[in-house]
């Protein structure tokens, strides 16, 4: 699938599609924000039915006046009476529009049936995400010859059908942020929202964060804000040129929850203003004694979701643990060769340590201190995919939450009781039934989604929590095209992946959690297949091929070899 804009604006690197990225999202207002009606040019004249029917397409990327643009290519009757359905379909860019079989021509000579055939990349829902999908589209469109002799639309698709380019230069994303549903860990939502009108930015961003968590999201995280906050009034800009929000309908929320509603506001308006913010509640300081804030002023939220940089990484070489810093073996049973690793995962905070090792019945997880002897879980299979820990509480507390996936189909969370003893439950992954075996799973750092490797492809879920049971919710194959022999996956932060595949024409990508992103690293020095790979926030990627370990930390850089690389050693950050 090619790439769409995700972070537009950079430039593309060799192998990837022809959508722009930036480093730095910007969120845009909704397509009716600040529009002024404008009077829509009628069509060229004499454009024959293809013609008139890729016009339509072309002209779908400017939705002022509810589309006016392509509705000009409908007849007269349908530019009132057409309500396509609320979603908009993205296409490749190389799309075709043929005349129909015979068979399927009207036997009225001024009456053309039109085939759309294009590749479908996914749909814009209408909570304004992104969802990713593949499809051969086959849409056909009759045109009638009106009695002025020009070819129009009267039976026109039932939705608004938009090319990746043209996706890219109208919509860009936007970053609404939500919280883990226990702990300050803070969740990015991407939005795609039209790119002009720029009159009304943080108004319309605001507006994102108040319609609540996508749908995709939806059960996964916390919004502090609730259903019931709305806008009082506009935002504007204060005579010494603060932003204003003004919020109502909040009720009597504690100060601690205050708190986090304005991380939530002021981290989803920095990509738009530089302005101090006021949040207002009925007219008062939302946070009593800090009505003006800005996002030096908010707490580290992301220490919880984010390994310590004096946690340098582990790797786990010929059945014992050592530490990718030093190559040395790390302390107790795990690093002396007391077990027989096959895979370890180290708890975000370093405290924990959760170890894979063979037995005489397959293999066996052990979970406890780092450093010490681990409880063995009562968790019999013949393999297990690395264990990956749910963040703590706090950066202080120690995880009380693993996953793994025993013999391809169990997805298994592992958790501590009061007793302090390790216990197992099924997570219901019913949704993922019919998807296949399963050789990989990563929680992200905030807990909130799932990246999986089933038969090879990437597949990201959201992960519900109640107190009876945990489930992998709304799956969605990413880059089925491109992305199907990955190895291995990780979190480079909360709404970005890398994955290494086994295969030649792209052994190392970076992903973004929807799929509309796919940017492809320099394949300088490796030398595929590729079976291993560990990211995080601030830290470059390792990966490992049949070589040993390699490092890079940007997508362009030429791949290095890893001070303490070893053979067939298999990397992984705390997380």
Same mark, same amino acid.
């Given at each position: 699938?090619?790439?769409?804009?995700?972070?537009?604006?950079?430039?593309?690197?060799?192998?990837?599609?022809?959508?722009?990225?930036?480093?730095?999202?910007?969120?845009?207002?909704?397509?009716?924000?600040?529009?002024?009606?404008?009077?829509?040019?009628?069509?060229?004249?004499?454009?024959?039915?293809?013609?008139?029917?890729?016009?339509?397409?072309?002209?779908?990327?400017?939705?002022?006046?509810?589309?006016?643009?392509?509705?000009?290519?409908?007849?007269?009757?349908?530019?009132?009476?057409?309500?396509?359905?609320?979603?908009?379909?993205?296409?490749?860019?190389?799309?075709?529009?043929?005349?129909?079989?015979?068979?399927?021509?009207?036997?009225?000579?001024?009456?053309?049936?039109?085939?759309?055939?294009?590749?479908?990349?996914?749909?814009?829902?209408?909570?304004?995400?992104?969802?990713?999908?593949?499809?051969?589209?086959?849409?056909?469109?009759?045109?009638?010859?009106?009695?002025?002799?020009?070819?129009?639309?009267?039976?026109?698709?039932?939705?608004?059908?938009?090319?990746?380019?043209?996706?890219?230069?109208?919509?860009?994303?936007?970053?609404?942020?939500?919280?883990?549903?226990?702990?300050?860990?803070?969740?990015?939502?991407?939005?795609?929202?039209?790119?002009?009108?720029?009159?009304?930015?943080?108004?319309?961003?605001?507006?994102?964060?108040?319609?609540?968590?996508?749908?995709?999201?939806?059960?996964?995280?916390?919004?502090?804000?609730?259903?019931?906050?709305?806008?009082?009034?506009?935002?504007?800009?204060?005579?010494?040129?603060?932003?204003?929000?003004?919020?109502?309908?909040?009720?009597?929320?504690?100060?601690?929850?205050?708190?986090?509603?304005?991380?939530?506001?002021?981290?989803?308006?920095?990509?738009?203003?530089?302005?101090?913010?006021?949040?207002?509640?009925?007219?008062?300081? +939302?946070?009593? !004694?800090? /009505?003006?804030?800005? %996002?030096?002023?908010?707490? #580290? &939220? =992301?220490? *919880? $979701?984010?390994?310590?940089?004096?946690?340098?990484?582990?790797?786990?070489?010929?059945?014992?643990?050592?530490? +990718?810093?030093? !190559?040395? /073996?790390?302390?107790? %049973?795990?690093?002396?060769? #007391? &077990? =027989?690793? *096959? $895979?370890?995962?180290?708890?975000?905070?370093?405290?924990?340590?959760?170890?894979?090792?063979?037995?005489?019945?397959?293999?066996?997880?052990?979970?406890?201190?780092?450093?010490?002897?681990?409880?063995?879980? =009562?968790?019999?299979?013949?393999?297990?995919?690395?264990?990956?820990?749910?963040?703590?509480?706090?950066?202080?507390?120690?995880?009380?939450?693993?996953?793994?996936?025993?013999?391809?189909?169990?997805?298994?969370?592992?958790?501590?009781?009061?007793?302090?003893?390790?216990?197992?439950?099924?997570?219901?992954?019913?949704?993922?039934?019919?998807?296949?075996?399963?050789?990989?799973?990563?929680?992200?750092?905030?807990?909130?989604?799932?990246?999986?490797?089933?038969?090879?492809?990437?597949?990201?879920?959201?992960?519900?929590?109640?107190?009876?049971?945990?489930?992998?919710?709304?799956?969605?194959?990413?880059?089925?095209?491109?992305?199907?022999?990955?190895?291995?996956?990780?979190?480079?932060?909360?709404?970005?992946?890398?994955?290494?595949?086994?295969?030649?024409?792209?052994?190392?990508?970076?992903?973004?959690?929807?799929?509309?992103?796919?940017?492809?690293?320099?394949?300088?020095?490796?030398?595929?297949?590729?079976?291993?790979?560990?990211?995080?926030?601030?830290?470059?990627?390792?990966?490992?091929?049949?070589?040993?370990?390699?490092?890079?930390?940007?997508?362009?850089?030429?791949?290095?070899?890893?001070?303490?690389?070893?053979?067939?050693?298999?990397?992984?950050?705390?997380?």
């Amino acid at each position: 699938m090619a790439a769409l804009a995700a972070f537009l604006g950079a430039v593309l690197v060799t192998g990837c599609a022809a959508i722009p990225t930036e480093s730095q999202p910007k969120a845009i207002p909704r397509p009716d924000a600040g529009q002024a009606t404008q009077e829509i040019p009628e069509p060229e004249l004499g454009l024959d039915p293809l013609s008139v029917v890729r016009e339509f397409v072309r002209n779908s990327v400017q939705p002022a006046n509810d589309h006016a643009a392509s509705r000009a290519y409908l007849n007269r009757r349908l530019r009132e009476e057409w309500q396509p359905d609320s979603s908009l379909m993205v296409v490749e860019d190389e799309f075709g529009t043929v005349y129909a079989p015979e068979a399927e021509q009207p036997e009225d000579p001024n009456e053309r049936v039109i085939a759309l055939r294009a590749t479908s990349l996914g749909r814009l829902a209408p909570d304004s995400s992104f969802i990713a999908g593949e499809s051969a589209v086959r849409e056909p469109v009759r045109v009638r010859r009106q009695a002025d002799g020009e070819w129009r639309i009267v039976d026109p698709p039932d939705s608004i059908v938009i090319t990746e380019s043209d996706f890219a230069d109208a919509y860009l994303t936007v970053p609404v942020y939500f919280f883990s549903p226990d702990s300050t860990a803070v969740v990015p939502d991407l939005r795609y929202v039209v790119a002009r009108p720029q009159s009304g930015l943080p108004a319309r961003v605001i507006d994102l964060l108040l319609s609540g968590p996508s749908d995709g999201l939806s059960g996964a995280v916390r919004n502090p804000l609730g259903d019931a906050a709305t806008l009082g009034s506009n935002v504007t800009i204060s005579n010494d040129g603060a932003l204003v929000v003004p919020l109502t309908g909040l009720g009597d929320e504690s100060v601690q929850e205050r708190e986090l509603m304005a991380a939530q506001i002021v981290r989803s308006l920095q990509y738009v203003t530089t302005s101090r913010v006021k949040l207002l509640s009925d007219g008062t300081a +939302l946070v009593p !004694g800090q /009505p003006e804030w800005r %996002p030096s002023d908010l707490p #580290a &939220y =992301d220490t *919880v $979701s984010s390994p310590s940089s004096e946690l340098p990484g582990l790797m786990t070489v010929n059945g014992r643990v050592r530490s +990718l810093a030093t !190559g040395a /073996p790390i302390e107790g %049973p795990a690093g002396s060769g #007391a &077990y =027989d690793v *096959v $895979s370890a995962a180290q708890a975000i905070n370093g405290q924990q340590l959760a170890v894979v090792e063979r037995s005489a019945d397959g293999v066996r997880l052990r979970i406890g201190d780092y450093g010490v002897a681990g409880q063995i879980v =009562d968790l019999p299979a013949d393999s297990l995919t690395r264990p990956t820990w749910r963040p703590p509480a706090t950066k202080d507390d120690k995880s009380a939450e693993l996953w793994t996936v025993a013999d391809g189909e169990r997805v298994t969370r592992v958790q501590r009781d009061p007793n302090g003893q390790w216990v197992t439950q099924r997570v219901n992954a019913s949704e993922l039934s019919d998807v296949g075996s399963i050789t990989g799973l990563r929680l992200s750092r905030d807990g909130s989604r799932a990246a999986l490797i089933v038969d090879g492809q990437l597949v990201v879920a959201s992960v519900v929590r109640t107190p009876a049971e945990a489930t992998l919710r709304a799956p969605r194959v990413l880059q089925e095209d491109r992305l199907n022999s990955v190895v291995d996956v990780d979190w480079i932060d909360q709404d970005t992946l890398v994955v290494a595949t086994s295969s030649d024409r792209v052994p190392v990508a970076r992903v973004s959690v929807d799929g509309v992103q796919l940017d492809q690293y320099n394949s300088s020095n490796l030398t595929p297949p590729m079976s291993d790979i560990t990211a995080a926030p601030g830290r470059p990627i390792v990966v490992g091929d049949v070589g040993g370990l390699w490092t890079a930390s940007e997508i362009g850089a030429v791949w290095r070899p890893h001070s303490n690389s070893r053979a067939a050693a298999d990397p992984f950050y705390p997380g």
